[in-house]
């Protein structure tokens, strides 16, 4: 009898590093990530909330579209108007399918008039990279494989990196800029997923452990594993693609209407034209019965993604899709999903949690303020 596959995981080129600084190693999206190192999830979290995070995003995928009337092209698939982003200006973006559901969640950033880099999810890269091929036939599309992701995060995070690259202190929030670093072409934006400044760098991946030892030589930089990141987005109101949002799930369902460009809109100039257009487009005008929201929990046990939400009749209104501690307000929260009008700041639900129910509260998003540089 044969014993059962295995499946292989794929290492970023961080890998031996991670080990070294003594990280919990873990599979996911096909990859051996860190999950935490030795100080722990609390202390790397609050740590990025202080002073400056590195976080090891090489299991992400990158993309360059390139071709004539690229933009025009890309919102075909988009419901931002690509054709408005300025060379080195980035933007969130969702792909949808044609029931209005969310492929996944991206990046977007015009490099030149005729270059648009996109960063995806690892989970989703691959059928990402099909879908585009098999919509955009007379754009050249190129996956870079060689290339790592480094995302530097927290309040300290501009001086450390400009120590480096001093070009990157005049960038703002979700501004870019190509820049020629140790003989080659390095791409940052200054974004990222913990609702705190700091700066995404796309770098060649034989030089990415180099440049990740440079940072962590700052006494205001430590690395942080997949824990942390999780709990900062949760705090921050951040989606997760595959458990807030899902191709069963609209950009309306998933409170996300603010990343559908105004032009694109039923009463926009260049209005609908991208795949499920039709789907959104009703939802903006008939309304919708669901609704992602903040939960504010009470007490101190979390409550975790797939527990039920109930009313006070016992009437089953939602389901919890993210859950965790915040580590900065020293209690649980969560994200999820209810019905209409179930979805009012304010309202007292329950969640079940091994057959005891947890109040709950119907919250304001984000948890913690987002503390973006906007100049």
Known sequence: MSSPAIEKTAKTPLYDLHVALGAKMVPFAGYDMPVQYPEGIKTEHLHTRTQAGLFDVSHMGQILLQGENVDL????????????????QQRYALLTNEKGGILD?????????????LIVNAACKHADLAHLKSKLS??????????????????????VLEKIIPEVSRLVFMDGLQ?????????????????????????????????AKRLLEDEQVKAIGLGARDSLRLEAGLCLYGHDMNTDTTPLEAALLWSISKSRRPDGDKANGYIGSDVIAKQMQQGITRKRVGLAVEGKAPVREG???????????????????SPSLSVPVAMGYVDKPADAIGTSLKALV??????????????????????
């Open 73 to 88: 092209a890309l919102e075909k698939l988009v419901p931002i108007d690509v054709q408005s982003l300025v060379i080195n």
């Open 138 to 159: 007379d754009i050249d599309i190129t996956y870079l494989d060689n290339y790592a992701l480094l995302a530097l995060q927290g309040p300290r995070a501009c001086e």
């Open 354 to 375: 091994r057959g005891r129910e947890i109040p709950i509260t119907v919250a304001k998003l984000p948890f913690v303020k987002q503390n973006y540089y906007r100049g």
């Open 179 to 211: 820049i020629e670093h140790n003989g080659t072409t390095y791409r940052i934006t200054r974004s990222g997923y913990t609702g705190e400044d700091g700066f995404e760098i796309a770098l060649p991946a034989d030089q990415a452990a180099d440049f």
């Open 307 to 325: 527990a039920e939400i109930i009313n006070s009749t016992g009437e089953k209104v939602g389901v919890v899709t993210s859950g965790g501690y």
């Open 105 to 117: 969640d991206l990046m977007v950033t015009r490099w030149a008039d005729d270059c648009i880099g």
